[in-house]
């Protein structure tokens, strides 16, 4: 679950018909109420992580490896995103670090060989191209494809619909809890929204296939992928002075 939206907290005073007397206001009782609207939406981001790793017994060799794998990579996903102007590719994280064995006859520890490692982000609007980046980094050598997550952005219009459904709603139950004491509502005392996103579908993880897989597969159906659907939810708390 993740929070997209700032809490947003509102200490208000009573309505016109409320008392200003600060006294009134410290003994009056109040109700407090929670409401959630939910709505489920199609994600318009796709973001896909995907890691190059290289052995060798010389560091450099390691290093310049990776470089020539990461590039080709890098630039067969460009060619998939080419009419995605919002798309965005980088490289981060790399590291370089030696690999260790041990002499089991005298316990010494000396350098086997060293891995670098190189992770390359991909952002996307064009979420019906997973599949495609999925496959195309596999073809080209590709180590790893450690995650893919869909996400809602520019959200603020379906935020704002759900979050004065849920005050509705909010005041409606507030209503209906200070009649059945034969109260009523006379002003608001404090609200509280929060927006959030449920992404129902986690992380995915994959292990890329081999050079020879992937050229044995090349016929193969693109690697299924289903984005689903994201939920939002605005949540409301909300506290009513009644009397």
Known sequence: MKKLLMVLTLLMMAMPCLSTNADTVKNMGYISV????????????????????????????????????????????????????????QTKNFNLRPNYKTNKNTDETSIKNYTAINSIVVKTTSVDKVSALIDTAIKNNVSNVNGVTFT?????????????????????????????LKQKVV?????????????????????????????????????????????????????????
């Open 34 to 89: 929670n409401a959630t609207e939910s709505k489920e939406i199609v994600p318009n981001t796709a973001n896909v992580t995907f890691s190059v790793e290289t052995t060798d017994v010389d560091s450099k060799r390691a290093s310049e490896r990776n470089n020539q794998i990461t590039s080709k990579v890098v630039s067969a996903l460009k060619e998939v995103l080419k009419e995605d102007k919002n798309a965005n590719i």
């Open 152 to 180: 809602l952005e520019n959200q603020d219009q379906y935020a704002e619909e759900l979050s004065n459904e849920a005050i509705k709603k909010v005041q409606y139950l507030a209503e209906k809890a200070a009649l059945s």
């Open 187 to 243: 002003g608001i005392r404090s609200i509280r929204i929060n927006i959030y996103q449920q992404n129902a579908n986690g992380v995915r993880l994959y292990k890329a296939a081999s050079s020879a897989d992937a050229n044995a597969n090349a016929n193969a159906t693109a690697t299924p992928i289903e984005s689903g659907k994201i939920q939002l939810n605005a949540s409301v708390d909300a506290e009513f002075y009644v009397k």
